[in-house]
């Protein structure tokens, strides 16, 4: 069963560019997370899909960011425009649980290997 | 907003030592997971506890729950060089998203 896959692995972009970062989730994975870690610092929660819905967006930190999961598969997020402060590690995450309103409690997400964003 | 601070940070041992992380918040978690990450690579999960008290063991490693959910340790008994990386644990509250700690860097030497 292939994993959680993100592209690109590296991005390097000026301030001021724009950047979209791609997730395939495990077949099959209703939940979709995106979570970052900028240097120094843990990883963050950004936000949660179900399916092609946000379920919480409460992590995204400002409006440059824009999160879709068109058709419930693969999720894209763009950056737009990239400022020094979003550089850092992009991961991506799924998990089965395929109901919004019934919680695992076992919530055991699946990650990718990250896209390292470098803005200069 | 929930927080889970690490402890410690970094860890050198040698092979064959016994070691402990800590994991500690104020809040209480409806789940605690432990992820271990490799440079390059996203984290890869250990163990979910889910019950205060409980005691979960994986060959070397070691899994306790806090009593009241709040906090968690990882054990390593006779640690070896493929215990080396960044150990993470992460905590779930009335969302399924991931409240992580601040990590365990974990270098075990010959």
């Known amino acids: 069963e292939a994993g959680v896959t993100q592209f690109p692995s590296h991005s390097v972009i000026e301030k001021g560019q724009t950047v979209t970062l791609r997730c395939d989730p495990i077949s099959g994975h209703d939940n979709l997370y995106w979570y970052r870690r900028v240097m120094g610092k843990e990883i963050k929660f950004l936000l949660h899909?179900?399916?092609?819905?946000?379920?919480?967006e409460s992590g995204m930190p400002n409006n440059r960011f824009l999160a879709e999961r068109t058709g419930g598969t693969y999720s894209t997020l763009k950056v737009q425009p990239a400022e020094l402060e979003d550089s850092g590690v992009y991961f991506c995450?799924?998990?089965?649980?395929?109901?919004?309103?019934?919680?695992?409690?076992?919530?055991?997400?699946?990650f990718g290997p990250g896209t390292r964003l470098t803005v200069l | 907003t929930q927080l889970l601070e690490q402890s410690p940070q970094f860890l050198s041992i040698q092979e064959g030592e016994n070691l402990t992380v800590y994991c500690n918040s104020s809040?209480?978690?409806?789940?605690l997971q432990w992820y271990r990450q490799e440079p390059g690579e996203g984290p890869v999960l250990l163990v979910t506890?889910?019950?205060?008290?409980e005691v979960k063991k994986l060959k070397r490693l070691t899994f306790q729950f806090g009593d009241a959910r709040k906090d968690s340790s990882l054990h390593i008994t006779a640690a070896q060089p493929g215990d080396t990386g960044l150990y993470l644990c992460a905590g779930t509250g009335t969302a399924s998203k991931l409240t992580f700690g601040t990590g365990t860097r974990l270098q075990v030497t010959l």
């Open positions: 506890v889910v019950t205060g008290g």
């Open positions: 809040s209480v978690f409806s789940s």
């Open positions: 995450a799924s998990s089965q649980d395929g109901t919004s309103g019934n919680l695992s409690p076992y919530n055991e997400q699946f």
């Open positions: 899909f179900v399916k092609e819905s946000k379920q919480d």
